[in-house]
């Protein structure tokens, strides 16, 4: 990042690269006017550093700015969406067996996105969508699980006692396992005789609407941790990913993130990117 003052008469940016208040207004964070206040109140950060100086140059393609804390895409080609998935939709561009998969919510955009992680085919709800290739793979690394709430629909009369179990964690083929998070939301017929753990009986009706919130990104892990409890999943809906939340958004309809959205997930990914780097 250069710290050099204008010169007078503006062009083309040069190899010390452009003013950061005409960098912040291009992004969208507020009119250039606006962005020079925010600068001279010391309330912009660029690769880590408080900038107070109005000639302030950076260079979009690798300098990192923060305004009030929260990270700011300079790149204006980078496109963030969130899907609600249905039911029955694969999550990939492009399905060899030919079931129904992302491209048709895709296909009439403009830019080429991909997405982040997955849900299952019987599985719905929050997707995310982008073209930034660096923050789909932060948020894809085995060490940064990102916390993400599911609503389950699930069979038999759940017990306080047993979300109590999956907090403490059970034990799964493939390792211990744990939720961070979860409640019970509503419960319908079926008998609340049944000790903790103990397997849902033969014909028992009714079934239970819980919330469950955990890190892990294994492979159906919610689906699994359920009917390792004794209460298959019947239905399943991811309703948060990180700091996004799926809010009124319809089932098969697709929007682009808000700046505030954005904002808070690039904040939250560099702030594992960080902490991943120091690991590695």
Known sequence: ????????????????????????????????RVSEQYIVEGRVRVNGRVVTELGSRVHPE?????????????????RYYMLNKPRGVVSSMRDEQ????????????????????????DTSGLLLLTNDGELA?????PSFGVEKTYIAKVRGRVAP???QRLKQ???????????????????????????????????ETGSTMVELTLHSGR???VRRMM?????????????????????????????????????????LSRAADGGRKRKD
């Open 227 to 267: 009917a390792e409890v004794g209460h298959p999943v019947i239905e399943l809906v991811r309703r948060q990913f990180g700091p996004l939340h799926l809010g009124t958004l319809q089932s098969g309809r697709l929007r682009e993130l808000t700046k505030v959205e954005l904002g808070q997930l690039l904040t």
């Open 62 to 78: 690798h300098d990192r700015v923060e305004v009030d804390g929260v990270a700011v895409q300079l790149d204006t080609a980078k």
């Open 1 to 32: 990042m250069s710290t050099g003052h204008d010169g007078g008469a503006s062009g083309p940016a040069s190899n010390e690269g452009e003013r950061l208040q005409k960098v912040l207004a291009a992004a969208g964070v507020a009119s250039r």
């Open 161 to 163: 006692q047993t979300l």
């Open 169 to 203: 964690g059970i034990e799964l083929e493939d390792g211990p396992i744990a939720i961070d998070r979860g409640r019970i939301l509503q419960s319908q017929g079926g008998s609340q005789g049944r000790s903790q753990g103990q397997p849902q009986a033969r014909g």
């Open 98 to 121: 030919g079931r129904p998969d992302l491209r048709r919510y895709t296909d009439e955009l403009e830019d080429r996105v991909y997405n982040v992680g997955r849900l299952d085919q």
């Open 137 to 141: 793979h932060v948020l894809a690394h």
């Open 219 to 221: 492979n159906r892990i």
